[in-house]
């Protein structure tokens, strides 16, 4: 191997491994922001969410949700105490925290997986961006980012938001499972 070639395939490993070693963007996960309306939801819930973390650490919360064409709020619980309030309108999302709740978790959170979860699928496809896919197989809702799965949600019951459903967030390593019940105990 000449000296000239040599020198260009040092070169081009060099370039290599420092793209290699410069930090990746994360991928981050669509927020649909649907409105109320579009959500498509007149509920009013009571909510055991189950987060389990990559790690195997687990956390549990109660929760009251409730869901109209106005808004959509939520009162998180642990241990009786709340520790997440939001209140989503279509256009502003308030939140009031715990100084508990660990940063990671908060209104926009909840809002995206309560919308990827609940919301119609011809609503959660129109606010997709460019890359973006969502899979609907009645029982089972898959989001994927060019062909990639992101998130997986299974549902145990129809209508989907009474009974269990499970999301698994591939991108950042968690699994949401959601039991929930109409708060005046009737069933459809």
Same mark, same amino acid.
């Given at each position: 191997? #000449?000296?000239? !070639? ?14 290699a /070693? ?6 981050? *996960? ?13 509920? /009013? !819930? ?9 790690d195997?650490? #687990?956390?549990?919360l $109660?929760? +009251?949700l409730e /869901?109209d @064409?106005?808004?959509?709020r939520?009162a998180?619980f642990?241990?009786?105490?709340r ?9 502003? %999302?308030? $939140?009031?925290?715990?100084?508990q709740l660990?940063?990671?978790?908060? @209104?926009?959170?909840? %809002?995206?997986? !309560? ?7 011809a609503? !959660?496809?129109?606010? %997709? ?13 898959? *989001? ?5 799965? @992101? ?10 938001? +009474?009974?269990? @459903?499970? *999301?698994? #967030? ?6 949401? $499972?959601?039991? /929930? ?8």
């Open positions: 191997m #000449n000296a000239a !070639l040599r020198v260009a395939l040092l070169g081009l490993l060099l370039v290599l491994g420092a793209c /070693s410069l930090p990746q963007r994360r991928l981050q *996960l669509p927020q649909p922001k649907l409105t109320p309306a579009a959500m498509a939801m007149e509920a /009013s !819930l009571v909510q055991r969410l189950r987060f389990t973390r990559g195997g650490g #687990n956390e549990v $109660e929760a +009251q /869901s @064409a106005t808004g959509l939520l998180a642990a241990l009786g105490r520790v997440l309030l939001l209140d989503w309108d279509g256009v502003h %999302l308030a $939140e009031q925290r715990a100084p660990p940063d990671s978790v908060g @209104a926009a959170q909840f %809002l995206r997986d !309560l919308q990827f979860t609940y919301a119609p699928t609503a !959660l496809q129109a606010a %997709l961006p460019a890359g973006w896919q969502l899979r609907d197989d009645g029982d089972r809702r898959e *989001l994927l980012w060019r062909g990639t799965s @992101a998130m997986v949600i299974a549902y145990a019951t129809m209508p989907r938001w +009474q009974g269990t @459903a499970t *999301l698994d #967030n591939r991108i950042e390593g968690y699994r949401l $499972e959601i039991e /929930s019940a109409r708060a005046d105990g009737e069933t459809d």
